[in-house]
Every structure is written in structure tokens, then in C-alpha cells.
């Protein structure tokens, strides 16, 4: 079965200072990953994700992620970050072949200070 | 990108009633639904898979007696929250994958169901 560890529960960066969210997974073969970002009451909008191919993945917002099949991990990346980027960030695995169904990790909360 | 909304955003509720949740792909077929589950400060908990035409799949510890799930259409599935109580009150989410194998699945914005 796979699973995702986030290690960070919570992460405080200063506006304007880079930004990295540790994610490591853990399944048999190849797997699809995701980051999601989640706002207060809101439902979890797509960040970025890889399925094959480029290891370094853009995303919106800024955002990249690079997949170390080595390392087992999918760490997110922003350079610079904006306030508005506050929120809670879930990386998710999901299984290649058969259904489709996500696994998340906890999730890290991202606190940024002015 | 794909969109999948979900009524009502909020609901609150008496003890004992029931609660009727929907989600609906607005712009794809859905053949499979997610319904997950979210505590504070936690992450999703996969509740069950919403299979139109057929009956739904639920993960283990979740009683399908409590929450119904209907997907009567290619576009819509419901939860249903029946006689519900204080510790039913969370937050619920529903996503879909677009049809055709391996993809991406599409949230909804999630409905806060507080039960007093």
C-alpha cells in the first residue's frame, strides 16, 4: 500500500524567503504525486503534479517540485514567498494502475510573517 | 481544469436530523466519486468510493448505515448524513477523477457540517 509522509507539521517563513515542504512516499513501482493547497474552509486546489517524464515539475503559483525516485521524495519549492501563500499544503500519492485513488500525507501548514 | 462543486458549503444541523450532501462534476462525466473526511489540523480521510449505478465502497471503521452514499448519475453524488450528532460534525470533502483510467482528481470546496 502506499503512503506519504510530510515530516513538517508546520513550517514559518518570512515574506520573501524561500520556501521548501518535504514530502517522501512510499509504493512499489512509479507513482503519481501531487501537491495540494488547502485555504481555510476551502477545498484543495491542484498545485502541481508529476506522472512521468521532466523530475522537475512547474506548478502554479510559483511553485516546483522536483521527484527523487532516489530519495523517494517530492519536495515542493517556491523561491520567494507571499503572504498569500499562508495556508495548509497536502502531498498526495496515488497509485499507478487500477483506480485511481489519492493518499495524503498530514499536511503541513505554512506560516509566513510579514 | 475540470470543476466539481459541492452544496451546501456549510450546513448546521439539530441532533438526530439528517443531512443531505452533494457533489457535482460540472463539466466531465464522473464515474467514480471520493468522499473524504477532514479534522482540524488533519489531513483527508478517505470515507468511500462513489460508483454510479452501483453501490458505493466504503473504507473500513466507516458505517455505511450512517452515511449513504448515492451516485445516480454520471454527474452527481450524494452524501447522506443520517441522524446526526455532535461528533459527525467536520468537514467534508468530494473529488473526482476525470473517466478513462489514471488522472488527477478535481475537489470540490469542501462542506463544513457542524451538528448541535
Known amino acids: 500500500a502506499q503512503s506519504v509522509t510530510q515530516p513538517d507539521i508546520h513550517i514559518t517563513v518570512s515574506e520573501g524567503a524561500s520556501l521548501e515542504l518535504r514530502c517522501n512516499y512510499s509504493?512499489?513501482?512509479?507513482?503519481?504525486l501531487f501537491w495540494y493547497v488547502q485555504s481555510p474552509g476551502q477545498g484543495l486546489q491542484l498545485l502541481l503534479k508529476?506522472?512521468?517524464?521532466?523530475?522537475l515539475v512547474q506548478g502554479i503559483k510559483g511553485f516546483e517540485a522536483e521527484f527523487k525516485r532516489s530519495q523517494s521524495s517530492f519536495n515542493l519549492r517556491k523561491p520567494s514567498v507571499h503572504w498569500s501563500d499562508a495556508a495548509e499544503y497536502f502531498c498526495?500519492?496515488?497509485?499507478?494502475?487500477?483506480?485511481?485513488?489519492?493518499?495524503f500525507g498530514r499536511g503541513t501548514s505554512l506560516i509566513v510573517h510579514p | 481544469g475540470a470543476v466539481v462543486s459541492q452544496h451546501p458549503s456549510w450546513v448546521i444541523c439539530k441532533s438526530g436530523t439528517s443531512v443531505k450532501i452533494e457533489c457535482r462534476s460540472l463539466?466531465?462525466?464522473?464515474?467514480?466519486m471520493f468522499w473524504y473526511r477532514q479534522f482540524p489540523k488533519q489531513s483527508l480521510m478517505l470515507m468511500a468510493t462513489?460508483?454510479?449505478?452501483?453501490?458505493?465502497?466504503?473504507e473500513q471503521g466507516v458505517e455505511k448505515d450512517k452515511f449513504l452514499i448515492n451516485h445516480a448519475s454520471l454527474t452527481l453524488s450524494t452524501l447522506t448524513v443520517t441522524s446526526a450528532h455532535p461528533e459527525d460534525s467536520s468537514f467534508y470533502i468530494c473529488?473526482?477523477?476525470?473517466?478513462?483510467?489514471?488522472?488527477?482528481?478535481?475537489f470540490g470546496q469542501g462542506t463544513r457540517l457542524t451538528v448541535v
Open positions: 473529488s473526482a477523477p476525470l473517466a478513462g483510467g489514471n488522472t488527477e482528481a478535481f
Open positions: 509504493y512499489g513501482a512509479t507513482p503519481y
Open positions: 508529476y506522472f512521468s517524464g521532466d523530475t
Open positions: 498526495a500519492v496515488g497509485a499507478t494502475g487500477g483506480s485511481y485513488i489519492p493518499t
Open positions: 463539466d466531465f462525466q464522473a464515474t467514480t
Open positions: 462513489s460508483n454510479e449505478g452501483s453501490k458505493a465502497t466504503y
